[in-house]
T-cell receptor
């Protein structure tokens, strides 16, 4: 099945550093979503993007919907230990009525205090 | 607080057993999904359902079946568990539409088949 190309696969950073991750697709998406999964839990929605070029923030998190509608990035500023987890991008082409999302492979983030 | 509840956080089953994973949502969502999560492979869709008694295969349906007799409940069935089905299983739901409202996920069931 179709998957988004998410990179990097993993990151190990020092507390206080900024983080950037991105997702690309060969298809156009109408919606981009970013999820975070804490260890041992299910993913939780962080940010949703609905318009090409849209830049949205949620605290220290900022995400953008690419102009081509084929990519998105997520930035985390001034990382803290509780940012540890797996971050997933997800997209919807809007071409069906089933509400099905397509997911990236995930970026595993580890933060060293 | 709206939620998706998976009945078990951890399960250990023997090879060949029939395994039921249960998922219940209280948001009156039409769509429900079952994913498995493996390191490096992300989330892979097993089955989804967009209405009671309706089901569609996802990307990796082999070895699995599902049941949706009531709107709020979506069950994943491993007909004869095998060791390669050891994984984290995630249930999710959302409203009927184009997916723009995202999913609400359950906390996951970590299944070990021995």
């Amino acid at each position: 099945g179709q998957q988004l190309n998410q990179s990097p696969q993993s990151m190990f950073i020092q507390e206080g550093e900024d983080v950037s991750m991105n997702c690309t697709s060969s298809s156009i998406f109408n919606t981009w979503l970013w999820y975070k999964q804490d260890p041992g839990e299910g993913p939780v929605l962080l940010i949703a993007l609905y318009k090409a070029g849209e830049l949205t923030s949620n605290g220290r998190l900022t995400a953008q919907f690419g102009i081509t509608r084929k990519d998105s990035f997520l930035n985390i500023s001034a990382s803290i230990p509780s940012d540890v987890g797996i971050y997933f991008c997800a997209g919807s082409t809007g071409s069906s009525n089933t509400g099905k999302l397509i997911f990236g492979q995930g970026t595993t983030l580890q933060v060293k205090p | 607080d709206v939620k998706v509840t998976q009945s078990s956080r951890y399960l250990v089953k023997r090879t060949g057993e029939k395994v039921f994973l249960e998922c219940v949502q209280d948001m009156d969502h039409e769509n429900m999904f079952w994913y498995r999560q493996d390191p490096g492979l992300g989330l892979r869709l097993i089955y989804f359902s967009y209405d009671v008694k309706m089901k569609e295969k996802g990307d990796i349906p082999e070895g699995y079946s599902v049941s949706r007799e009531k709107k709020e409940r979506f069950s994943l069935i491993l007909e004869s568990a095998s060791t390669n089905q050891t994984s984290m299983y995630l249930c999710a739901s959302n409203q009927r539409g184009t997916g723009s409202n995202g999913y609400t996920f359950g906390s996951g069931t970590r299944l070990t088949v021995v």
